[in-house]
Each structure stands twice: as structure tokens, then as C-alpha cells.
């Protein structure tokens, strides 16, 4: 895909790291870009640093999502690209000792589980919606409607 101003992109996780390092790379070349995030003071700022939109979504929320596309779409257009940088990790043990009581202690589900909510669902959450609006795009040359990571 050839990048410039006629390709919109949408970077979840894009306030901050990789995805903020992806939305700067991206409009550099000319792409117009769309954020999401939780965090909204860092997303805006360089939703406006790249003369792009932000939208605070929450990839773990179905209707934070579609709202999230529906803003950025009616913004810059439908995304040919979507990049998917919303993720988190925790640091816990499978089973250790507690250290006071010397018990053993199990991985706590609930953190695993949402980290999977976050990383995994939300991620595919984005992917899904993202591939339905580049159905309604015409193929570019080389037969590809868009691009997703
Ligand atoms: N940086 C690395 O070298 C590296 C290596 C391997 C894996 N990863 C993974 O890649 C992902 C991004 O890494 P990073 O270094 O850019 O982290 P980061 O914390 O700088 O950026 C992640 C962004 O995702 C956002 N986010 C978190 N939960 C969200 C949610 N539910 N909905 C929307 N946005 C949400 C955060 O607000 C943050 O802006 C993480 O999952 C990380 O574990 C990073």
C-alpha cells in the first residue's frame, strides 16, 4: 500500500509507546490517523500534534469501540490500516509462597483474565469491526481493501 493523505489510519494504544510511535511514523508519511485510548489527555495532544482525531475507547467495551469508529470514520474517513497497540501485562507468579505465611498461592484468575479481556478480545474486538468497514472499500491497486497489524 502506497502511503500519503488518501489513507486513514486507526492506532489502538496510540497515546503512548508503540502505538504512539506508529501514529507518528504513519503521518509522517502522510497518513491521516486516528487514536484510541483510555488515556485522553496524551491521546489528544498528539491526535493534534498529527493534525489527527482522538477517540477515548476502551477495547474491553463493545459500545466503547463502535463509538470509537464511528467518530474517527466520520472524521478521516473509513481506516485502510489499523494497528493494534492496546495491551498491558502483569508480572505474577503461576504459584508462589505468600511471604508472610509461607502458604501457596495460585495465579489470581480474575488479573489473568483480564489481561485476555484486554489484549486478546479487545484486540480481535478492533480487528473484526475494522476488517466489516474495509469491506465497503474499493480494492486498491494489487487487490488489497486494507492492512491490518
Ligand atoms: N514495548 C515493548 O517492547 C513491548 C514488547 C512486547 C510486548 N509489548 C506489549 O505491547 C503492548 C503495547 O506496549 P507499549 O510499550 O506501547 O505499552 P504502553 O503502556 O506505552 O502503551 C499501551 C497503551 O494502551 C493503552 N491501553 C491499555 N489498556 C487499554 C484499553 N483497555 N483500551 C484502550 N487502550 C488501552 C494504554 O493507555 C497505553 O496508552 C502492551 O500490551 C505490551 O505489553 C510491548
Known amino acids: 500500500m502506497k502511503l500519503d493523505s488518501s489513507i486513514s489510519a486507526i492506532i489502538t494504544g496510540g497515546a503512548s509507546g508503540l502505538g504512539a510511535a506508529t501514529a507518528r511514523a504513519l503521518a509522517k508519511e502522510g497518513v491521516k490517523i486516528g487514536i484510541f485510548d483510555l488515556q485522553e489527555d496524551k491521546g489528544e495532544a498528539l491526535a493534534k500534534e498529527l493534525g489527527g482525531v482522538f477517540a477515548k475507547v476502551n477495547v474491553t467495551d463493545e459500545a466503547s469501540v463502535d463509538a470509537g469508529f464511528e ?8 481506516e485502510r490500516i489499523l494497528v493494534n497497540c492496546a495491551g498491558t501485562g502483569n508480572a505474577i507468579k503461576t504459584a508462589s509462597r505468600n511471604k508472610e505465611t509461607g502458604k501457596p498461592e495460585s495465579f489470581p484468575l480474575d488479573k489473568f483474565n ?14 473484526a469491526k475494522s476488517a466489516a468497514g474495509m469491506l465497503t472499500l474499493d480494492p486498491l491497486e494489487g487487490g488489497d481493501r486494507g492492512a491490518i497489524v
Open 114 to 127: 483480564l489481561i485476555i479481556q484486554i489484549n486478546l478480545v479487545g484486540t480481535f474486538r478492533c480487528i
Open 71 to 78: 467518530k474517527v470514520r466520520a472524521a478521516i474517513g473509513q
